[in-house]
Protein backbone atom coordinates (compact mmCIF):
# COMPACT_ATOMS: atom_id res chain seq x y z
CA UNK A 1 0.00 0.00 0.00
CA UNK A 2 1.01 3.43 -1.06
CA UNK A 3 1.87 5.58 2.25
CA UNK A 4 0.51 8.78 2.19
CA UNK A 5 2.68 11.82 2.91
CA UNK A 6 2.20 15.37 4.07
CA UNK A 7 4.12 17.79 1.65
CA UNK A 8 3.86 21.65 2.06
CA UNK A 9 0.43 21.86 2.43
CA UNK A 10 -0.47 18.45 0.60
CA UNK A 11 -0.94 15.26 1.16
CA UNK A 12 0.47 13.14 -1.56
CA UNK A 13 0.97 9.35 -2.33
CA UNK A 14 4.51 8.93 -2.03
CA UNK A 15 4.83 8.70 -5.57
CA UNK A 16 3.87 12.36 -5.67
CA UNK A 17 5.86 13.47 -2.77
CA UNK A 18 9.12 14.39 -4.89
CA UNK A 19 11.59 17.75 -3.51
CA UNK A 20 13.81 19.55 -6.33
CA UNK A 21 17.41 18.97 -6.39
CA UNK A 22 17.77 22.21 -5.47
CA UNK A 23 16.75 22.17 -2.35
CA UNK A 24 18.94 23.02 0.46
CA UNK A 25 18.33 20.56 2.90
CA UNK A 26 19.58 17.68 -0.03
CA UNK A 27 22.73 20.09 -1.20
CA UNK A 28 23.77 21.10 1.88
CA UNK A 29 22.12 19.35 5.13
CA UNK A 30 20.40 22.71 5.46
CA UNK A 31 17.21 22.16 7.58
CA UNK A 32 16.11 20.53 10.92
CA UNK A 33 14.29 17.35 11.57
CA UNK A 34 12.38 14.63 14.32
CA UNK A 35 12.23 11.49 15.09
CA UNK A 36 9.13 10.80 17.07
CA UNK A 37 6.91 7.91 18.00
CA UNK A 38 3.12 6.69 17.88
CA UNK A 39 1.78 4.10 21.06
CA UNK A 40 -1.30 3.05 21.21
CA UNK A 41 -3.23 5.52 19.75
CA UNK A 42 -1.27 8.35 21.20
CA UNK A 43 1.86 10.36 19.72
CA UNK A 44 4.39 10.25 22.49
CA UNK A 45 5.65 13.71 23.76
CA UNK A 46 4.80 15.30 20.60
CA UNK A 47 5.03 18.79 22.30
CA UNK A 48 8.22 18.01 23.31
CA UNK A 49 9.57 17.11 19.82
CA UNK A 50 7.88 20.45 18.09
CA UNK A 51 9.34 22.37 20.96
CA UNK A 52 13.02 20.87 19.84
CA UNK A 53 12.02 21.22 16.31
CA UNK A 54 11.36 25.44 16.69
CA UNK A 55 14.46 25.47 18.93
CA UNK A 56 16.27 23.94 16.22
CA UNK A 57 14.88 25.81 13.60
CA UNK A 58 15.48 29.26 15.38
CA UNK A 59 18.98 28.35 16.07
CA UNK A 60 19.80 28.44 12.11
CA UNK A 61 17.40 31.28 11.49
CA UNK A 62 15.38 28.96 9.48
CA UNK A 63 11.75 30.00 10.00
CA UNK A 64 9.14 27.20 9.93
CA UNK A 65 6.53 28.81 7.58
CA UNK A 66 3.50 27.50 10.20
CA UNK A 67 2.60 27.81 13.80
CA UNK A 68 3.46 24.92 15.94
CA UNK A 69 -0.35 24.07 16.75
CA UNK A 70 -0.88 23.26 12.84
CA UNK A 71 2.26 21.33 12.80
CA UNK A 72 0.94 19.34 15.63
CA UNK A 73 -2.58 18.49 13.48
CA UNK A 74 -0.28 17.89 10.76
CA UNK A 75 1.54 15.17 12.52
CA UNK A 76 -1.94 13.85 13.74
CA UNK A 77 -3.66 13.89 10.62
CA UNK A 78 -0.84 12.36 8.50
CA UNK A 79 -1.48 9.53 10.95
CA UNK A 80 -5.14 9.41 10.43
CA UNK A 81 -4.59 9.39 6.65
CA UNK A 82 -1.97 6.15 6.94
CA UNK A 83 -4.43 4.33 9.60
CA UNK A 84 -1.56 4.28 11.71
CA UNK A 85 -2.26 3.68 15.90
CA UNK A 86 1.72 2.88 16.38
CA UNK A 87 4.39 4.36 14.29
CA UNK A 88 7.46 6.14 13.44
CA UNK A 89 7.35 9.67 12.02
CA UNK A 90 9.96 11.81 10.63
CA UNK A 91 8.92 15.54 10.34
CA UNK A 92 11.46 17.25 8.35
CA UNK A 93 11.91 21.06 7.52
CA UNK A 94 14.64 22.38 5.10
CA UNK A 95 15.54 25.90 3.99
CA UNK A 96 13.98 24.72 1.00
CA UNK A 97 14.83 24.97 -3.00
CA UNK A 98 17.64 27.97 -3.63
CA UNK A 99 20.39 28.29 -5.87
CA UNK A 100 23.90 26.08 -5.84
CA UNK A 101 25.20 28.60 -3.78
CA UNK A 102 25.22 28.44 0.31
CA UNK A 103 23.27 31.63 0.57
CA UNK A 104 19.90 30.99 2.37
CA UNK A 105 18.20 34.21 1.48
CA UNK A 106 18.58 32.34 -1.90
CA UNK A 107 15.49 30.31 -0.75
CA UNK A 108 12.04 31.68 -0.13
CA UNK A 109 10.09 29.11 0.85
CA UNK A 110 10.92 25.97 3.15
CA UNK A 111 10.02 22.66 2.30
CA UNK A 112 7.99 20.69 4.97
CA UNK A 113 7.22 17.14 5.16
CA UNK A 114 5.73 14.31 7.23
CA UNK A 115 6.23 10.53 7.00
CA UNK A 116 4.75 8.21 8.92
CA UNK A 117 5.19 4.38 8.78
CA UNK A 118 5.78 1.27 10.80
CA UNK A 119 8.99 1.70 13.29
CA UNK A 120 12.09 -1.29 12.37
CA UNK A 121 13.04 -1.91 15.82
CA UNK A 122 15.78 -3.85 17.40
CA UNK A 123 15.10 -7.21 18.07
CA UNK A 124 13.51 -7.81 21.29
CA UNK A 125 16.52 -9.99 22.67
CA UNK A 126 18.49 -7.45 22.50
CA UNK A 127 16.69 -5.99 25.75
CA UNK A 128 17.25 -9.02 27.58
CA UNK A 129 20.90 -9.83 26.44
CA UNK A 130 22.33 -6.26 25.97
CA UNK A 131 24.32 -4.66 22.89
CA UNK A 132 28.18 -4.89 22.49
CA UNK A 133 29.65 -1.23 21.33
CA UNK A 134 32.60 0.32 20.95
CA UNK A 135 33.92 3.81 21.58
CA UNK A 136 35.06 5.69 18.56
CA UNK A 137 38.05 8.24 16.95
CA UNK A 138 35.48 11.00 15.60
CA UNK A 139 34.86 13.21 18.35
CA UNK A 140 31.43 14.81 18.76
CA UNK A 141 30.88 18.05 17.02
CA UNK A 142 31.92 20.85 19.44
CA UNK A 143 29.28 22.91 20.65
CA UNK A 144 31.02 26.09 18.70
CA UNK A 145 30.48 24.89 15.69
CA UNK A 146 27.48 23.10 15.01
CA UNK A 147 25.63 22.56 18.09
CA UNK A 148 24.77 18.85 18.94
CA UNK A 149 21.24 20.52 20.21
CA UNK A 150 20.22 21.42 16.93
CA UNK A 151 18.48 18.31 15.52
CA UNK A 152 20.11 19.15 11.97
CA UNK A 153 19.85 17.42 8.93
CA UNK A 154 24.04 17.38 8.60
CA UNK A 155 24.05 14.27 10.68
CA UNK A 156 27.40 13.18 9.42
CA UNK A 157 29.48 13.81 12.19
CA UNK A 158 27.63 10.83 13.81
CA UNK A 159 27.56 8.71 10.42
CA UNK A 160 31.33 8.64 10.51
CA UNK A 161 31.08 7.30 13.77
CA UNK A 162 28.51 4.57 12.79
CA UNK A 163 31.10 3.65 10.15
CA UNK A 164 33.58 3.36 12.86
CA UNK A 165 31.20 0.63 14.51
CA UNK A 166 30.17 -0.95 11.64
CA UNK A 167 34.08 -1.76 11.11
CA UNK A 168 34.42 -2.74 14.52
CA UNK A 169 32.08 -4.93 14.10
CA UNK A 170 29.04 -3.50 16.53
CA UNK A 171 26.13 -2.22 16.39
CA UNK A 172 26.32 1.35 17.63
CA UNK A 173 29.43 3.29 18.86
CA UNK A 174 29.51 5.72 21.72
CA UNK A 175 31.25 9.20 21.24
CA UNK A 176 33.09 10.99 23.27
CA UNK A 177 32.88 14.70 22.98
CA UNK A 178 36.11 17.27 22.01
CA UNK A 179 37.36 16.88 25.52
CA UNK A 180 37.68 13.12 25.84
CA UNK A 181 33.93 13.08 28.44
CA UNK A 182 31.77 10.20 27.06
CA UNK A 183 28.99 12.88 24.71
CA UNK A 184 26.39 9.84 23.40
CA UNK A 185 25.51 7.29 20.87
CA UNK A 186 24.95 8.13 17.29
CA UNK A 187 21.09 8.31 17.52
CA UNK A 188 20.90 7.36 21.33
CA UNK A 189 21.61 9.26 25.09
CA UNK A 190 23.75 7.50 27.24
CA UNK A 191 23.30 6.48 30.97
CA UNK A 192 24.81 4.28 33.36
CA UNK A 193 24.51 3.24 37.11
CA UNK A 194 26.87 3.48 39.71
CA UNK A 195 27.04 2.27 43.30
CA UNK A 196 22.99 3.15 42.29
CA UNK A 197 22.81 6.46 41.06
CA UNK A 198 21.86 6.99 37.65
CA UNK A 199 24.66 9.31 36.10
CA UNK A 200 23.87 10.91 32.46
CA UNK A 201 25.93 13.68 30.66
CA UNK A 202 25.16 16.80 30.77
CA UNK A 203 23.18 18.47 28.44
CA UNK A 204 26.45 21.12 27.77
CA UNK A 205 28.32 17.86 26.95
CA UNK A 206 28.22 18.01 23.28
CA UNK A 207 24.83 16.39 22.99
CA UNK A 208 21.24 16.06 21.68
CA UNK A 209 19.08 16.98 24.61
CA UNK A 210 16.87 13.67 23.87
CA UNK A 211 13.20 13.56 24.83
CA UNK A 212 13.74 9.94 25.81
CA UNK A 213 16.71 10.92 28.38
CA UNK A 214 14.11 13.69 30.17
CA UNK A 215 11.41 11.21 30.04
CA UNK A 216 13.99 8.66 32.02
CA UNK A 217 15.49 11.06 34.60
CA UNK A 218 12.01 12.00 35.15
CA UNK A 219 11.10 8.19 35.80
CA UNK A 220 14.04 7.58 37.61
CA UNK A 221 13.35 10.62 40.01
CA UNK A 222 9.72 9.74 40.67
CA UNK A 223 11.38 5.98 41.53
CA UNK A 224 13.57 7.53 44.42
CA UNK A 225 16.68 7.16 42.49
CA UNK A 226 19.18 9.27 43.07
CA UNK A 227 20.13 10.80 39.57
CA UNK A 228 23.26 13.37 38.42
CA UNK A 229 23.70 15.20 34.79
CA UNK A 230 27.35 14.93 34.92
CA UNK A 231 30.57 14.72 33.18
CA UNK A 232 32.09 11.00 33.50
CA UNK A 233 34.93 9.49 31.30
CA UNK A 234 35.30 5.90 29.42
CA UNK A 235 37.07 4.62 32.79
CA UNK A 236 34.03 5.43 34.79
CA UNK A 237 31.76 3.51 32.00
CA UNK A 238 34.11 0.30 32.11
CA UNK A 239 33.54 -0.15 35.74
CA UNK A 240 29.49 1.05 35.75
CA UNK A 241 27.12 -1.49 37.03
CA UNK A 242 24.87 -0.67 34.27
CA UNK A 243 24.90 1.17 31.33
CA UNK A 244 21.97 1.52 28.69
CA UNK A 245 21.02 4.02 25.54
CA UNK A 246 17.57 5.91 24.99
CA UNK A 247 16.26 6.99 22.16
CA UNK A 248 12.87 7.39 20.56
CA UNK A 249 12.92 4.34 18.14
CA UNK A 250 15.23 2.07 20.72
CA UNK A 251 13.59 3.24 23.69
CA UNK A 252 15.80 2.41 27.19
CA UNK A 253 18.64 -0.61 25.63
CA UNK A 254 20.98 -2.29 27.87
CA UNK A 255 24.72 -2.34 26.65
CA UNK A 256 27.34 -5.19 28.39
CA UNK A 257 30.02 -4.74 26.29
CA UNK A 258 32.14 -1.71 25.75
CA UNK A 259 35.81 -1.79 23.84
CA UNK A 260 36.08 -5.70 24.78
CA UNK A 261 35.08 -4.86 28.52
CA UNK A 262 32.18 -6.41 30.08
CA UNK A 263 29.83 -4.02 32.05
CA UNK A 264 29.00 -5.14 35.30
CA UNK A 265 27.75 -8.90 35.40
CA UNK A 266 27.55 -8.73 31.89
CA UNK A 267 23.46 -9.46 31.85
CA UNK A 268 20.93 -6.11 32.80
CA UNK A 269 19.57 -6.25 35.83
CA UNK A 270 16.56 -4.80 38.12
CA UNK A 271 17.10 -1.17 38.06
CA UNK A 272 17.27 -1.06 33.90
CA UNK A 273 14.07 -3.39 33.47
CA UNK A 274 12.07 -1.29 35.87
CA UNK A 275 12.74 1.66 34.39
CA UNK A 276 11.77 0.19 30.61
CA UNK A 277 8.86 -1.34 32.21
CA UNK A 278 8.27 2.34 33.74
CA UNK A 279 9.09 3.89 29.87
CA UNK A 280 6.31 1.44 28.15
CA UNK A 281 3.61 2.25 30.86
CA UNK A 282 4.15 5.74 30.29
CA UNK A 283 4.01 5.35 26.23
CA UNK A 284 0.07 3.85 27.07
CA UNK A 285 -1.24 7.51 28.43
CA UNK A 286 0.79 10.24 27.12
CA UNK A 287 0.52 12.64 24.23
CA UNK A 288 -2.46 13.51 22.02
CA UNK A 289 -4.69 10.52 20.88
CA UNK A 290 -4.92 9.78 17.09
CA UNK A 291 -8.26 8.78 16.22
CA UNK A 292 -10.82 9.64 18.91
CA UNK A 293 -13.14 7.29 20.78
CA UNK A 294 -15.06 4.70 18.19
CA UNK A 295 -12.87 5.59 15.27
CA UNK A 296 -9.54 3.79 15.53
CA UNK A 297 -7.47 2.58 12.82
CA UNK A 298 -8.17 -0.36 11.34
CA UNK A 299 -4.37 -1.61 10.94
CA UNK A 300 -2.61 -1.95 14.00
CA UNK A 301 0.90 -2.09 12.96
CA UNK A 302 2.42 -3.61 16.08
N1 LIG B 1 21.24 11.67 20.25
C1 LIG B 1 21.20 11.80 18.91
C2 LIG B 1 22.41 12.29 18.21
C3 LIG B 1 20.03 11.48 18.21
O1 LIG B 1 19.99 11.63 16.89
C4 LIG B 1 18.99 10.89 20.32
C5 LIG B 1 20.17 11.22 20.95
C6 LIG B 1 17.82 10.46 21.16
O2 LIG B 1 16.86 11.51 21.23
P1 LIG B 1 15.32 11.21 21.47
O3 LIG B 1 14.70 12.56 21.53
O4 LIG B 1 14.84 10.40 20.31
O5 LIG B 1 15.22 10.48 22.76
C7 LIG B 1 18.91 10.98 18.92
C8 LIG B 1 17.66 10.52 18.22
C9 LIG B 1 18.13 6.32 14.34
C10 LIG B 1 17.92 7.80 14.46
O6 LIG B 1 18.00 5.80 13.22
C11 LIG B 1 17.89 8.47 15.69
C12 LIG B 1 17.67 9.87 15.73
C13 LIG B 1 17.53 10.49 14.55
C14 LIG B 1 17.58 9.82 13.35
C15 LIG B 1 17.75 8.47 13.30
O7 LIG B 1 18.45 5.69 15.34
N2 LIG B 1 17.60 10.70 16.83
Known amino acids: MDLIIYLNGRFVPEKEA ?44 LEIPL ?32 DLGLDPRKCPAPTVFCITSSIQLYPEELYEKGLEVVTVPTPRNYNEAVNPRIKSLNYLNNILAKIEANLAGTMEAIMLNPQG ?10 FMIKSGVLLTPPRYANILDGVTRNTVLELARKRGMEVREELFTRHDL ?65
Open 18 to 61: VISVFDHGLLYGDGVFEGIRAYHNRVFRLEQHLERLYESAKSIM
Open 67 to 98: PVEEMQGIVLETLRRNRLRDAYIRLVVTRGRG
Open 181 to 190: YVAEATGDNI
Open 238 to 302: YNAEQVFLTGTAAELIPVIKIDGRIIGSGRPERAFFELLQDFRELTRTEGPVIFPEGKAGETDVQ
